[in-house]
């Protein structure tokens, strides 16, 4: 009987004190110079560049599926009144588009925009990804971007810096 109970205490030891192995991989998918900044060129085109964030994370080597992170930025920007504005057109009896009103997106002053999405999971394959869209007036500023995840109720975070060119 003693030996049964010495048995059953070091197998139940050894299931203790294995912890599982979990790995974030994160993929920003930019360029990164020799300081360990990475840079986004921003659109001149547009006021704000759209670009995804990537990353994957492992459990004991196999993805983990619906793990969810939490993403933050440095950086925000504030809408003035208007949003944007709806031009409407239709055609004339000649069949040639005209523009015959404009409709104005309004009611939106000082809504604070983040740069990125707050939250996002991952898949199958542990793949995670959310958008990060700074603006034109950003441009040669550096943003700290920070994601995070919770594991055995700890949260587990790390940051980058992009410098937007």
Known sequence: ????????????????????????????????DESGYYHLELDSLSN??????????????????????????????????????IIHRGLTDDLIYVSYDTTYIIGFS?????????????????????????IWKMRFDTVTVTVGYFHNNNLVSESIEIVLD
């Open 1 to 32: 009987m003693k030996l049964f109970f010495v048995i059953l205490l070091f197998v139940g030891c050894e299931d203790l004190s294995k912890e599982d192995e979990v790995v974030f991989n994160f993929e920003p998918r930019l360029e990164q």
């Open 48 to 85: 704000q560049t759209l670009h995804r964030l990537s990353g994957h994370i492992y459990k004991n080597g196999e993805p983990l599926d619906l793990v969810k992170f939490y993403w933050e930025s440095s950086h925000y920007w504030v809408l003035g009144d208007t949003l944007g504005y």
């Open 110 to 134: 000082d809504f604070v925009v983040p740069t990125i999405n707050c939250c996002s999971y991952s898949n199958a394959e542990g793949e995670v990804n959310t958008m990060f869209g700074p």
